[in-house]
């Protein structure tokens, strides 16, 4: 990086809010998908959306190509810097701004841990819903980059159903309002085309959540099977009658034991699947519901059935789901989280498909995943050191996201598309589709400036090369416009 541009940075934002030396750039060259890497060429860190909006005109000036960046939690490279670019990184943007607890409602800096959220408000009565499993650590600005979901949006929703505002600084660092403190407003959804865009149309400065009242009960149910197929039906056999759990989690046998051994949550390690069922509402309709869904299992072929009998009982049967990707370490030197989604009724079939395509590929496969959303997470297991092994897993990974594609399903339901799935984008739209995206992304980004090389398979017109800015050859020949 110039020396002049990381001297003009730090004239905006302090000496100590500049990182250039190399062992300080390291860390910020990925995100939890470590599988994709990029140093970049000055590490800046705002406080202030004012300062936020000073480094954005900078780039924009200057043709540098920047990413916005929290804890670096996501899991599908959306987060990487581009190579001698500029990663904003808005960690010290980690304020609650206000807190409106007659509204339920917060503002808060894109930096702040989404759990934090809920202990502010917990005092009241009030949570706020969306809870990623890496929710200790991950932020705000990143689940609205990414529309963050998590166990509880089955019932809850995700991301983009409680966020009720952001200040967003544009590419070119005009700052503009979308949304507001109330759910409903006029005109075309700006805020619902932002939330999930994976930071490619600006940097989102500020956002305003709602909040919801804590539910007066809340029991946890969980239910062991042979099979993932009996335990799939039972899934689907809930939802069936009615019944809307605000969580429905499931592992298979190899989550069941890696997670056990890692925290002890009592799961029955015998079990070749396992499901976790929360109700809450009424203590009278849970209590109704819970005796509901234990007989749908017992009928569908659950072994065991138990009720958490204590708040710290159930506390500990989620430590053991939470805690399922760290405890992959016991079974595998790596692995390779995938991200997709299908239909509910066809998660045994696909859950099939899966094992036949790891048993082909000659890798393990374990399955933890949001079943009630049909929200799988299957874990390829794999060892660097062992020569193709790396290779064979991304590859199953991919196929894995083709038989959910087959299905009816999508590439993610809420790690987004990142750098890592971006090649399979075209599976799932046409080309006029894509067109239509990369027109709505110009709108908002005409030079590509935002981290690019995100979302849309490149080269495109509108979102060719990662790097600085250079024009596209076909629009230097005078064959295409520059949106």
Known sequence: MERRITDALRALVGADGVLTAPESLRPYEADALNAYRARPGV????ETAEQVQAVVRLCHRERLPFVARGSGTGLSGGAVPVADGVLISLARMNRILAVDLDNGRVVVQPGVINLEVSRRVAG?????????????????????????????CLKYGFTVNHVLGVKLVLPDGELVTLGGATLQHPGYDLLGVVV??????????????????????IQLVMAAFATTDEAGAAVSAIIAAGILPAAVEMMDHLAIVATDDAVHAG????????LLVELDGAPVEVAGEVDEVAALCRAHGASEVRVAATAEERARFWKGRKAALPAMGRLSPAYYVQDGVVPRTALPAVLRQIAALAAEAGLRVANVFHAGDGNLHPLVLFDPAVPGESERAIELAGR?????????????????????????????????DLDTMGRL??????????????????????????GPYRPHPLVEAGLAELF
């Open 400 to 432: 894995i996201l083709l038989a959910c594609i087959e299905a009816g399903g999508s590439i993610t339901g809420e790690h987004g598309v990142g750098l890592d799935k971006k090649a399979y984008l075209p599976k799932m739209f046409a080309e006029a």
């Open 196 to 217: 999930g865009a994976e930071g490619t149309l600006g940097v989102v400065v500020e956002a305003t959540l709602r909040l919801l009242r804590l539910p007066e009960a």
């Open 267 to 274: 799961y029955p390690r015998d079990a070749g699947a396992l």
């Open 441 to 466: 992304r110009c709108a908002f980004d005409p030079i590509n400036l935002s981290n690019p090389g995100k979302v849309f398979p490149t080269p495109r017109l509108c979102g060719e090369r990662p």
């Open 43 to 46: 590490v800046v860190l705002p």
């Open 124 to 152: 009241a009565g009030l949570f706020y819903a969306p809870d990623p499993s890496s929710q200790q650590v991950c932020t705000i600005g990143g689940n609205v980059a990414e529309n963050s979901g998590g166990a509880h």
